[in-house]
């Protein structure tokens, strides 16, 4: 990357921090990136020397993957099965295995109606192809603006709701067992009286707002519902999962589009903006 486009990256990563969007601080001069997929070149010690030639995706927090190379702890790995591309696969490694952790916990048993919100991101988009394999009947979901609505239903949403529209929740429909909420917020409770009484459950795992939903148990109760907070203690444990789906064509990759390296700005820009409805890949 050239310098000043790194400045770029580094500004609109600093002023997401500033307005509450992204919970990184003192990066100062340090590489960003924590997802990537490659080949293993060398192998430290303590390591299994059978990962010398692997391919593998790295989930690193650390970050440091706008790189060549890439120095990942060996728990941090997992292998990518034969067939699936090192760009579909960083494509589903964190997101498809986020998607999947989240559905684990949301109790669904086969024939339910759901509502996913932001049916245009990756996340959005693979909790509805992996609730479809468990199960699901009815799939609604929200995305804002014309362009998303069309991308959710290029995906196999069954109804969509702009939820850029005042009052967006009356127009979803009723009867739904499980709302996947990501928005937060004040959006989140007058999505209670979409819910069927005694059995629904909003699934919480998401803050697009920047806010915990606005739903107390004095909302809940008298409709015989439940919030559950997802916890991601499981993703690593669903990643090798939705790798090998990936790679048996039971799961479709999301991405939005593939960029050199050099231009990582624009993928921020992109981000930033709002215009992915898939992952974002950068080819070093």
Known sequence: MRGDEVDVARHQVERGVEEGREPLRGWGEAVFGFEA?????????????????????????????????????????TPVPDGLSAADAVAVAAQ????????????????ETVLIESAAGPVGGYLAQLARRRGVARVIGTAGGRAKLAKARERGFDEVVDHSEPGWQSRVPRGVDVVFECIGGTSARPLLDA???GTGRMVVYGLISGDWPA?????????????????????????????AL???GELTPLVDSALPLAEAAKAHQRFEDRLAAGKIILLP
């Not at 299994?48 to 941090?76: I, K, N, Q, S």
């Not at 498809?96 to 024939?111: E, N």
Request: charged fraction near 20%.
């Open 195 to 197: 819910l069927t009484p």
């Open 246 to 248: 990936a790679a048996r």
């Open 37 to 77: 997929a490659g080949t293993v070149v060398e192998v430290g010690p303590g390591a299994d020397p059978a990962l010398a030639g692997a391919r593998v995706v790295a989930m690193d927090m650390t970050g440091g993957a706008y790189a060549e190379l890439l120095a990942a702890p060996a728990e941090a790995v």
């Open 215 to 243: 739903v107390e148990p004095a909302d809940l109760e008298p409709r015989g519902l439940s919030l559950v907070r997802a916890t991601m203690a499981e993703v690593d444990g669903s990643r090798s999962e939705v790798l």
């Open 96 to 111: 498809a295995a986020t998607a999947a952790c989240v559905l684990d916990q949301a109790g669904l048993g086969g024939g």
